[in-house]
């Protein structure tokens, strides 16, 4: 049990230090030695939880698009008494807090598919990030239907990525608030009323 405890620990502190490098410095900057310098683990260690510097990346992808989803889901758990566009616009605040957060330095899904555009397992982790925000977006607008607006979701996934990019190349600040607003819009275009009183 205590073995099994330690390479638990291992494993979560070699995650830990790839996140905090590959996110801040770049992961082909960052090489599989200077992981396992601050995590502070043996060589051999390391290799036991990834055969790769590659699997390790791909883990720490995963990692973050579970703690991001884990934390909107979250969100709209909490308003579950409200109406859907009313949880939609609250995804939009949860990316404000997140984007707003110190350290930012853009999407972590589109900063690795820029340094490994071929590399398979890394590709799947990063479609794995991709497929969640849709889904739920979908399951919002049609929880009891199989096909929600696709176009809606679609445009709604977008403002997303938008906000993103305009946070990390603008520096801006209310790039989230200004996708919020204009998903209102949308929501109202399509019917929804809690929306169409609100102002610009």
């Known amino acids: 049990m205590e073995k099994r405890a330690g390479a ?23 090489g599989i030695d200077r992981v ?10 390391m290799y036991v939880h990834f055969r790769t ?3 390790l990346v791909a883990e720490y992808l995963r990692r973050r698009s579970d703690a ?13 008494q409200e109406p ?44 794995y990030d ?8 979908s399951r919002l607008l049609e929880p009891s239907e199989e096909d929600a607006d696709a176009e809606l979701v679609a445009a709604l996934v977008q403002l997303y990525d938008g906000a993103v990019a305009a946070a990390h190349l603008d520096d801006s600040k ?4 200004t ?7 949308l929501l109202a275009a399509r019917g929804f009323p809690a929306v169409r009183q609100q102002a610009w």
């Open 8 to 30: 638990g620990q291992a494993r979560e502190r070699l995650l830990a230090a790839a996140d905090e490098l590959f996110y801040a410095e770049g992961i082909r900057a960052v």
């Open 36 to 45: 396992i310098a601050e995590s502070r683990v043996a060589k051999s260690t």
């Open 53 to 55: 510097k590659e699997d």
């Open 68 to 80: 991001t989803r884990e934390r909107v889901t979250r969100e709209v758990e909490e308003r579950a």
């Open 84 to 127: 859907a566009e009313e949880r939609i616009l609250s995804v939009f605040d949860v990316f404000h807090e997140l984007l707003s957060e110190p350290g930012f330095r853009g999407c972590p899904f589109a900063n690795a598919a820029a340094e490994y555009p071929r590399h398979e397992g890394i590709q799947e982790a990063i479609a």
């Open 130 to 137: 991709r497929a969640w925000l849709p889904a739920l977006f």
């Open 174 to 177: 209310t790039s989230a608030l």
């Open 179 to 185: 996708a919020r607003r204009v998903a209102g819009l």
